[in-house]
């Protein structure tokens, strides 16, 4: 089994990876296989609603070499955790741009697999920032991994994170809960149970 922990930030090895790489820590020790990607630090391209991944869908048009990798690899995957840092309140541009276009061209990887949100601030802004990552999730079939606070750290630094121990201790909480539902989805499996077929079809746009 293998989760998949993206690194919205422009820092490798700031403060948003410190607190992945603690959650990438907990799983690995929980027998899980992990793999944290930086989405890298030069300008991202946004979704431009062409439309063309409706007629090639599992694939973005701009193949830039973070979407379209981003999506092989969640086929991959079992698991996700998105990090990001707080920018004004809100996850950064730059993992918005690539999960608008990961999401669009590439829903099907991700559906019915659970997912977990954190957050890296200096102060504030955190929980409107999770709730706007957490929306991936819920629209998409994902179950959504909780942990015994809210799934952020502190820092301007990473030696800050390395401080806040609350914060340290909800990522590893999280670990543990993405771990033991990874294992009951397999048990499941084992025994026969599989994920529901969703009704589609659908497509009501003009509800006022
Ligand atoms: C453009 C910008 C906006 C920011 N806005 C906020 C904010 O609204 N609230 C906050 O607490 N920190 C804010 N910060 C600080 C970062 O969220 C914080 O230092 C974060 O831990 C950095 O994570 P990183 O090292 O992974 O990039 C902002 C930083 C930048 C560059």
């Keep these: 089994m293998k989760v ?7 820092h490798p090895n700031g403060c948003t990876h410190t607190a992945l790489h603690e959650i990438a820590l907990t799983l690995e020790s929980s027998g899980i296989q992990t793999e944290i990607l930086f989405l890298g630090n030069e300008p991202v391209r946004d979704c431009t609603a062409c439309g063309t991944c409706a007629r090639q869908p599992g694939r973005c048009a701009f193949d830039d070499d973070v979407v379209n990798r981003i999506i092989e690899k969640a086929c991959e995957a079992d698991g996700f955790v998105f990090g990001t840092p707080v920018y004004y309140a809100h ?20 559906v019915h697999k659970p997912a977990a949100a954190i957050a890296s601030a200096r102060r504030a802004g955190t929980t409107a920032t999770l709730d706007v990552l957490q929306k991936y999730f819920t629209i998409s079939q994902m179950p959504v991994v909780s942990s015994t606070y809210w799934t952020m750290v502190h820092g301007k630094e990473p030696a800050d994170v390395l401080k806040d121990e609350e914060g340290l201790q909800t990522m590893r909480n999280l670990a543990v809960n993405m771990a033991w539902l990874l294992r009951c989805i397999e048990a499941g499996k ?16 003009f509800i006022r």
Excluded: C, H, M, W
Excluded at 94 to 103: E, M, N, Q, W
């Design 91 to 110: 996850p950064s541009g730059r993992i918005l741009s690539v999960l608008d276009r990961v999401f669009y061209a590439g829903k099907d990887a991700f």
């Design 190 to 205: 084992d025994v026969g149970i599989q994920p529901p077929q969703a009704e589609s079809g659908a497509r009501t746009n």
């Design 4 to 10: 998949l922990l993206l690194n919205g930030s422009s």
